[in-house]
Structure formats: C-alpha cells, structure tokens
C-alpha cells in the first residue's frame, strides 16, 4: 500500500513540475525520494541529470538555466546543507533560479533526524531562500507552479521541503 501511494506521489510531484514549466531536473539518490527519482527518469518531457554531489548539481542547473531551461534540483536537506556554497557563489551572486525540491528529514515525527530538521529552515531563511512546505499532496500543483513563479521573478532559488506525507512514504 506505502509503495503505491508513493509512486502516485512521485507521479504528480513529476507532473506539478511539467505545469509549473519545468523541463531539467538534477538529482540526488536518497531513500525517501527514490519513487520521485524514478519517475522523473521515465518522463520523456524532463531531461534528467544524475548526480553525486549536490554541488555539481547547483552548476549543472544555473548552465542549464543560461540554456534556456527551467530547472529543479531535488535532494534530501543534508544534500542542500552541503550546497550552500555553490548556492551562494553561483545562483544567489549571479542570479540564478531555480527550483529546489528538499526532502525534509527531521520534520516533525521523523525519528533520528531532529537536528538537521531543526536547521534547515533557519538556514534558508539566512541565505535569503524563501521556503515552502509542502504536506499535502493537493496542494503539489499550486506549490510548484507558485514557488517556480517566486523563482522566475526574484531570479533566485526557491525551496519546496517535501515531507513524508506528501511523499506518501513512512
């Protein structure tokens, strides 16, 4: 039963992406996000780009966006935590937006990651992010179509943290 509601899930995270405009998505293995992974690797719409770090994943996306593509990163908070850097140095200094899909491990109700929870919003909030949270799965649509506008607009990154209820996942 998990499994299926979370690859319906995945499924439209995937095509809130599509109505939001976006046609390049970097990613990065994680657990929770495995079903939004695969099935951002199955629509042809998308032009997917694995990674290895979260890093290479910032400059990946803000070359895209000077291609002419509508980008998104997806990736757990640690993952993000690790890109601050590259976020800062290249898509904050040069004005470059994208949109930021974050698994929030350490939301409230998930064991053993309450630190990183804990940071993670106070994190973005200093590097001037703006940051939604997205809990439940009829709100996908309007979220990502209202956060890829935000990013569209400021010309900076927007994060989506997406939590194990809107991931369909335990």
């Known amino acids: 039963m998990e499994a299926q509601n979370a690859k319906q899930c995945a499924a439209a995270i995937v095509a809130g992406l ?10 990065l293995p994680d657990e929770k996000i495995a079903e939004v992974i695969r099935a951002v ?15 290479e994943g910032i400059g990946i996306c803000a070359g895209a966006y000077l291609a002419g593509k509508k980008t998104a990163l997806i990736m ?7 890109s601050c850097n590259a976020l800062t140095t290249t898509c904050l200094q040069f004005q470059i937006p994208t ?9 409230i109700g998930d064991r053993g990651f309450t630190t990183l929870g804990s940071v993670t919003e106070p994190v973005l909030q200093a590097m001037g992010i703006r940051a939604y949270v997205l809990r439940k799965t ?4 309007s979220l990502l179509q209202g956060a890829q506008i935000l990013a569209d607009d400021s010309k900076k990154p927007v994060a989506v943290l997406l939590t194990k209820s809107a991931l369909g996942v335990k």
């Open 18 to 27: 599509k109505k939001a405009g976006i046609d390049f998505v970097a990613t």
């Open 41 to 55: 690797e199955t629509e042809r719409e998308l032009k997917h780009v694995p990674l290895c770090r979260e890093e």
């Open 76 to 82: 757990q908070n640690a993952g993000f935590l690790n």
């Open 99 to 107: 949109l930021l899909l974050i698994y929030y491990a350490g939301d």
């Open 138 to 141: 009829e709100e996908i649509d």
